[in-house]
């Protein structure tokens, strides 16, 4: 890759985590004799699921939906730990030759479009890993799929909290779980109310003095079984992939009548959420200050406590919660609003990440930098007015998995596309008619703070098809799976070539 000219690939894959392995098996399956590369910034695969290392890291998805639409998961357990669903991913890239395409340690951050070459011209830093030496390399494609997620991997998100330096014990943040924290016997505080902070208590719960959920305001939570008894029956009696597929659209049906049943009935679905609350913690605890938000459900996302494994921790007194606002660190721990301190040995910031468009990376088309706030998606997918390039982004209500296997369908049947019709340029255009669409944000109607802080960054949707990000799996199967690639929109050409397009 160091050499003086380039290495050149059809198609380069930027993340080996879910989203690119997926599309690397994609590619092979439906394109055969693409050739293609993935460049992974770490040295491992997995993404989150090697990311992640905090006690009890889990899915909070059910793996019916989270795994691979090609892929049977075959576990016992539909929501399954970390380590497990890196296991399964291990065993996709081995059954599918893939380990032979990643090159791991190759930081990318640049990606220059060349319409004269009709090429993307990608820069990356890899570092050896046994020296530790770093050197810029770089590689030429096609076309670029975007596979690194939706948040920085650097580092997570810590508000800035006054007198964090006071405290005399220890500060980590789950993002960076060190190796060699000490918890056992120790009381802990976990500052969050997300899915982090509910995984994160009842793993830690057995093996501390004391552990405390510190949060500003509450979340809904949902305890479901972390076994779907249904598909496990199943899988019995039917093929794996036969099972695999009905318990895949049983659960895709389900999360979307819930979704909608949110949208439409919210004092309904609230008030199963809080009565399944007050069932798994009985009529004594104070559910209205802990478990009540203020929010609809779904305006923010639902925590899901597998088997209720945090109201366990609850009621054994292990655990507890606490509603209220930091005033200050300590040199103890922390001092709440209400004047009470919260006495700690080790503190947990579980405050969330921090969002970015396409891995961090400069982007540049034909000299011009491009900034993706003043572009607009097409389909939830792509970018108006930069070429050859599609971006994996999931679903905030519905498994991430779900999006990415029809954004990894598209991707193929736009290479198809191009290759009948003799075309090196493919670029989504907004049409005389969509000039005057109102701009709404990114992801309408999910004020949750993660999101709150980055949407000035990420591109605009409009009002009309195909300019929408829909965060709905059934529409998206219309506007992604069975649309027309052709569409009078995503416009095709060959500026390296004479091109005479066809239909």
Known sequence: ????????????????????????????????????????????????????????????????????????????????????????????????????????????????????????????????????????????????????????????????????ERFGGRIV???????????????????????????????????????????????????????????NRLRRLLPARVAYAITRKKNVLRQGLVYRKTRTQPEKIKNLLIGGVRAGLGPDYDVDTHFTPTYN???????????????????????????????????????????EELEADVIVTATGLNLVTLGEMDFVVDGEPVDFARTWTYRGLAYSDVPNLVSSFGYVNASWTLKADLTSEYVCRLLKHMDRAGATRCVPRLRPSDTDMPERPWIDDFPAGYMKRSMHLLPRQGDRTPWLNTQDYARDVKLIRRAAIDDGVMAFDAPDREFVPTR
Request: hydrophobic share 35%; proline share 5%; aromatic share 10%.
């Open 1 to 164: 890759m160091a050499g003086s000219s380039p290495e050149h690939v059809d198609v380069l894959i930027v993340g080996a985590g879910i989203s690119g392995i997926g599309g690397a098996v994609h590619l092979q399956e439906r394109c055969p004799g693409t050739t293609f590369a993935i460049l992974e910034g770490r040295r491992d695969i997995g993404g989150t699921w090697d990311l992640f290392r905090y006690p009890g890291v889990r899915s909070d998805s059910d793996m019916h939906t989270l795994g691979f639409r090609f892929k049977p998961w075959k576990q016992e357990k539909a929501i399954a730990d970390g380590p497990t669903i890196l296991d399964y991913l291990r065993e996709t890239v081995a059954e599918h030759d893939l380990a032979r395409h990643i090159r791991f340690d190759h930081r990318v951050s640049r990606a220059e479009w060349s319409s004269n070459d009709a090429r993307w011209t990608v820069t990356a830093t890899h570092r050896d890993p046994a020296t530790g030496g770093e050197q810029a390399v770089s590689m030429t494609c096609g076309f670029l799929y975007m596979c690194s997620g939706y948040y920085s991997y650097r580092e997570g998100y810590t508000p800035e909290f006054k007198g964090l």
């Open 173 to 231: 943040h789950p993002q960076e779980w060190p190796e060699d924290l000490d918890f056992r016997g120790k009381r802990v505080v976990v500052i969050g109310s997300g899915a982090t902070a509910m995984t994160l208590v009842p793993a830690l719960a057995a093996d501390v003095a004391h552990i405390t959920m510190l949060q500003r305001s509450p979340t809904y939570v949902v305890s479901r079984p972390s076994r779907d008894a249904f598909a």
């Open 297 to 339: 459900p779904w305006d923010q996302r639902l925590c899901l406590i597998p088997d209720g494994d945090l109201f366990v921790a609850i009621r054994s007194g292990r655990a507890s919660v606490v509603t209220d606002h930091i005033d200050t660190f300590t040199e103890d721990g922390i001092l709440l609003a209400s004047g």
